[in-house]
């Protein structure tokens, strides 16, 4: 079956022509970036658009003057044009696929061509009209692919950290909530998913508590060199073809539009064209965040095991049906996502090394991927937290079932032995030990019937304050 003739502006360069279909704002350069790229089906990010609205205006701003000189009035037009997009709209005439050859090339063409023919539109009149508002001469002037797209991705990226770190925040003060909640409740540590000496349920959900606390300031470090912009780079570092006024001017009008006062130029252009290390420490760090989530999540799957068979130490709260053919069934669908999450963000970590390897000389041609895994991990891991705090940790509960299998539990342990062992020797109190899971009696009512154990440790009173599990879990506390 024949495609259909497109229906639409036929518009030409140096390569030929191309029909832009009706009612569209972007190119030509962005038709052939959708003919040559129909990779992901995925659509650009928000942020990122917005962001490389942001950066259009910054340069605009910066080249008033040259503007003026080669069209009086224009300048003002582009900057609305990307006052619009910074503002929501237009963002369906974004349309190249993330992931293209051409180190961003066509990304960059997408926003400088949707940028000229609104200001077009602005001015009442056609769009596709170079000569009035061209996309090279007007919007991209004094800039490259290679500095515009490293800046707008740091933007990006930044802003979507900020809101990362927040959820993260609040995601950390809940597991800090729940470990007061539950400082009370004793229960059997497990070390090789065996059990182990007794350990306070508050204590294991502060502990989650701190190492999301490292990975904030994990984060926050890690984004320092985000600060530092490429703008006014151009193509290799040199910044040829921008004039003295506008790289001296461009970060400052940059930093007012985006808000970040912390944003500086590479102390080298040169160097902050050629490599992406920012971008892959950041990811390190996201990758390192992921894995110590996953391992919590995993936690919480095994503590809520059960109703029956399993753990059931803890009850999380009931989602969904969890069978369709089970009735009453409830999953931990929510530890499952943040499993999953951990599972994309280290492939995408992976992809973003080899992507930040595989830059040659002056530029990294591999930055659309690096950017695209990127900006999904920060915002997986956004969406992922948020809904796992408060629709899974917050509604964390001890039913009675959960509080009876937990207090058999460390009743019935047999490494309450254990504490004996500065009394008795190591030797004995694993033979009692042994004794307890054989005989599948209590460790104190053993010690009770063995004269030489009560003897050695001070009477039955203080044989029992030895063995009292929640004096157990106190003993480093008291350090």
């Known amino acids: 079956m024949s495609e259909k003739p497109r229906r639409g502006v036929t518009v030409r360069d140096s390569l ?22 129909p990779i992901t089906n995925y659509q650009l990010h928000e942020k990122l658009i917005k962001a490389l609205a942001m950066v259009k205006k910054a340069a605009a701003c910066a080249n008033r003057e040259e503007l ?12 609305s044009a990307c006052d619009a997009v910074i503002a929501g709209y237009y963002h369906e005439h974004f349309v190249v696929d993330p992931i293209q050859g051409g180190a ?43 500095d515009v797209i490293p800046t707008a991705a740091r933007i990006c990226i930044r802003k979507l950290l900020d809101e990362l770190l927040l959820t993260m925040e609040r995601l950390c003060e809940i597991f800090r909530k729940k470990a007061v ?35 904030i300031e994990r984060i926050k470090n890690t984004g320092k060199y985000l600060y530092e912009v490429n703008l006014g780079a151009t193509a290799v570092g040199t910044s040829l073809n921008a004039n003295i006024n506008y ?59 059960g109703p029956t068979c399993g753990l059931s130490e803890i009850t999380l709260r009931e989602l969904q049906h969890g069978s369709s053919i089970m009735p009453g069934k409830n999953n931990p669908v929510l530890p499952e996502l943040v499993n999953q999450v951990a599972f994309q963000v280290i492939g995408n970590d992976l992809t973003i ?56 539990y460390v009743r019935e342990s047999p490494y309450l032995a254990t504490a004996l062992t500065p009394y008795i020797g190591y030797k004995r109190a694993g033979d009692i030990a042994l004794k307890a899971l054989e005989e599948e009696r209590a460790v104190l009512d053993i010690c009770l019937q063995d004269e030489y154990v009560i003897r050695k440790t001070g009477g039955e009173e203080k044989l029992k304050e030895i063995l009292d599990p929640l004096r157990m879990t106190r003993v480093g506390e008291n350090l």
């Open 16 to 37: 030929g022509e191309a029909i832009i279909p009706d009612g569209k704002y972007y190119g030509i350069s962005t038709q052939r970036a959708i003919d040559n790229f």
């Open 68 to 79: 003026e000189k080669k069209s009086p009035g224009v300048c003002d037009y582009i900057v």
């Open 104 to 146: 961003g090339t066509s990304l960059n063409m997408n926003a400088n061509e949707v940028i000229a023919n609104i200001a077009l539109e602005k001015m009442d009149l056609p769009k596709h009209l170079d000569d009035v508002i061209s996309p090279y001469d007007h919007v991209n002037m004094s800039q490259s692919t290679n």
């Open 181 to 215: 909640e539950f400082d009370n409740i004793v229960k059997t540590g497990r070390t090789h998913l065996q059990d182990a000496v007794p350990i306070r349920l508050g204590q294991e959900f502060d502990a989650y508590s701190r190492v999301i606390q490292r990975d």
């Open 247 to 305: 790289a001296k001017n461009v970060i400052g009008h940059l930093k007012a539009i985006t808000g970040f006062e912390d944003l500086r130029p590479c102390e080298s252009l040169v160097d902050g064209t050629q490599n992406t290390d920012c971008f892959t420490e950041v990811s390190a760090a996201l990758k390192i965040c992921a894995i110590n989530m996953s391992k919590i999540a995993n936690d919480l799957r095994l503590m809520a095991s």
């Open 353 to 408: 090394s080899m992507a930040s390897e595989a830059g040659q000389f002056e530029l990294n041609v591999m930055q659309p991927v690096l950017v695209f895994n990127l900006i999904q991990s920060v915002s997986m891991m956004n969406n992922a937290f948020d809904v796992f705090g408060e629709r899974c940790v917050n509604e964390i509960m001890i039913s009675k079932r959960n509080k009876n299998r937990i207090d058999r």
